[in-house]
């Protein structure tokens, strides 16, 4: 069985425009992958799709993580078997509290896992919170607050993380393009990932943004033209992007010389 996420020849359209035109990468665990690329080249659609999302229609490929083709599964059943959607839960949910969400959670996926399971024990789930938020530096009083109301962009993040953190996920997409983060968020998501980096993680960062990559050292970056993964490299085509820009990767595309 692979220990890795394969994206094959995924073709996605939207509202019968197709978006998504062959993409193919690969992201084994312990690796942080970064996905750059122009606006509107078809980021958040890749990560929407990988969600789940219905209004993405699947054309033509698969996406297969532990010998299955995670397209044909639920969103839930996703997450069963190891995969984080950073956005799941973007809602406010006034009266209930981080911790309680978060035990929430793991409990659902406890119980995806074994249908008899009677949830995680309240002492077990104290202990785990508490060593994730000491790990990821929030502060205690962070776990009795409302989950999402009136929290501030880089306090969701810090949720986010933190739910990540609980979950313990084998592969976490992350999509930050849309979320409007400032450099503190930034830094919020980038440190979370790299305290929960390892061997048992594998990271896709979805981004526009270069910066976050100055604080995640990604360990390949892939750029995203036109709905395909158009060029491939490590840390340094980030900082070289930051500096010449995209025209060149379009050009080379152009010259028909893709990645
Ligand atoms: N729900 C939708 N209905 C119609 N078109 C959509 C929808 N979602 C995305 N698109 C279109 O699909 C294309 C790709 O959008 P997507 O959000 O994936 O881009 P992106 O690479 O994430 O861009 P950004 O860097 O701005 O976040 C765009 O042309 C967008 O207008
Ligand atoms: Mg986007």
Do not use: C
Not at 46 to 61: I, N, Q, R, S
Not at 76 to 89: N, P, T, V
Not at 200 to 222: F, M
Request: negative net charge; aromatic residues 6%.
């Amino acid at each position: 069985m692979s220990d890795e996420l394969i994206i094959r020849n995924l073709r996605v359209s939207i509202e019968g425009k197709e978006i998504l035109k062959g993409v193919n990468l690969t992201l084994p665990k312990g690796e942080v992958h970064a996905i750059m690329g122009p606006n509107g080249t078809g980021k958040s659609t890749l990560a929407y799709t990988l969600m789940g999302h219905p209004a993405y229609e699947v054309t033509d490929g698969e996406v297969i993580f532990k010998g299955q083709n995670i397209l044909e599964l639920e969103p839930d059943e996703r997450s069963r078997l190891g995969i984080f959607l950073a956005f799941q839960y973007p809602v406010a949910i006034p009266g209930v509290t981080v911790a309680n969400f978060l035990r929430t959670a793991v409990n659902a996926r406890r119980r995806a896992q074994n249908p008899e399971d009677k949830g995680i024990p309240i002492p077990e789930f104290r202990k785990l919170l508490k060593a994730k938020m000491e790990l990821l530096k929030v502060d205690p009083s962070f776990a009795g607050r409302y989950l999402n109301d009136g929290f501030s962009g880089g306090e969701k993040k810090r949720a986010e993380i933190l739910q990540m953190a609980v979950l313990q996920p084998e592969i976490a997409i992350l999509d930050e393009t849309d979320s409007g983060l400032d450099i503190d968020a930034l830094r919020i998501v980038a440190e979370g990932v790299n305290a929960l980096r390892g061997e048992n993680l594998g990271v896709l960062v979805i981004t526009h943004y270069q910066r976050i990559l100055n604080y995640i050292r990604p360990d390949v970056v892939h750029v995203m033209m036109d709905g395909r993964i158009v060029e491939t490299g490590d840390a340094d085509l980030a900082l070289h992007l930051e500096e010449h820009g995209y025209d060149w990767v379009r050009e080379k595309v152009d010259n028909g010389t893709p990645a």
